[in-house]
C-alpha cells in the first residue's frame, strides 16, 4: 500500500482544512485508517483513526468534536476535516494504513500551519 497526503496550507486560527490521502493497493480498502502529527519538537501523536467499513472512528482528546475522519472506499481515499484550527494543531501530519495489527504503511506527510 502505497499512501498519499494533500490537502495541508496556511490557515487562521478557528478556519478549516480538509487533508486527503488517496491509497494505491488492493488491501488498502479492508484496513483501518488513521492520521497522525508531529509537531516541532515534539513526539509523533494519533489523531484519528477509522475502522476499513468507516463504521467507527476514534479521536485524541484534543481534537474531539473539531476533527472529522472519513473513507470512502471507492476512491481508495481517507478525510480529515478539520474546524475550529488552533495555533498548536500546527504540525506535519501524516496518514497510515493498518496491517498485520500495526500502522505499517505511511504518508509522506503535509504540512498544516495555523497562524494565530
Known amino acids: 500500500v502505497q499512501l498519499q497526503a494533500s490537502g495541508g496550507g496556511l490557515v487562521q486560527a478557528g478556519g478549516s482544512l480538509r487533508l486527503s490521502c488517496a491509497a494505491s493497493?488492493?488491501?488498502?480498502?479492508?484496513?483501518?485508517a488513521g492520521w497522525f502529527r508531529r509537531a516541532p519538537g515534539k513526539e509523533r501523536e494519533f489523531v484519528a483513526a477509522v475502522n476499513w467499513m468507516g463504521s467507527n472512528s476514534q479521536y485524541a482528546d484534543s481534537v474531539k468534536g473539531r476533527f472529522t475522519i472519513s473513507r470512502d472506499n471507492l476512491k481508495n481515499t481517507v478525510y480529515l476535516q478539520m474546524n475550529s484550527l488552533k495555533s498548536e494543531d500546527t504540525a506535519v501530519y501524516y496518514c497510515?494504513?493498518?496491517?498485520?495489527?500495526?500502522?505499517?504503511?505511511w504518508g509522506q506527510g503535509t504540512q498544516v500551519t495555523v497562524s494565530s
Open positions: 497510515a494504513a493498518e496491517a498485520r495489527g500495526t500502522w505499517l504503511y
Open positions: 493497493g488492493r488491501t488498502f480498502s479492508t484496513s483501518a
